[in-house]
């Protein structure tokens, strides 16, 4: 069993930054990849971006150059700088861990960013 806990989301103005944390319950070491989701209101979940255990990290294009993601693992959590928000990033954000086999979800953070 792994728990993840998100925080950080909010509401933010156009061009402002927020940063999510996704606390696990496991030592973040072992799962192979971690990452960020998000979903808007009828509209499909889309990955944001992911690191892997030894720090690889790849981003969808709409969010390269203004997102970053990265890790503390002895802290057991993953974070995501977004800067430079636009209206479009307005979503639900979910921290995500495989590990093994199995994918675990946070519970989702809120993010609105305003024009």
């Known amino acids: 069993q792994v728990q993840l806990v998100e925080s950080g989301g909010g509401l933010v103005q156009a061009g402002g930054s927020l940063r999510l944390s996704c606390t696990a319950s496991?030592?973040?070491?072992?799962?192979?990849?971690m990452g960020w989701y998000r979903q808007a209101p009828g509209k499909q979940r889309e990955l944001v971006t992911t690191i892997t255990s030894g720090g690889k990290t790849n981003y969808a294009d709409s969010v390269k150059g203004r997102f970053t993601i990265s890790k503390d693992n002895s802290k057991n959590t993953v974070y995501l700088q977004m800067n430079s928000l636009k209206p479009e990033d307005t979503a639900v954000y979910y921290c995500?861990?495989?590990?093994?086999?199995?994918?675990?979800w946070g519970q989702g953070t809120q993010v609105t960013v305003s024009s």
């Open positions: 995500k861990v495989s590990y093994l086999v199995y994918d675990y």
């Open positions: 496991i030592n973040i070491v072992s799962p192979n990849v």
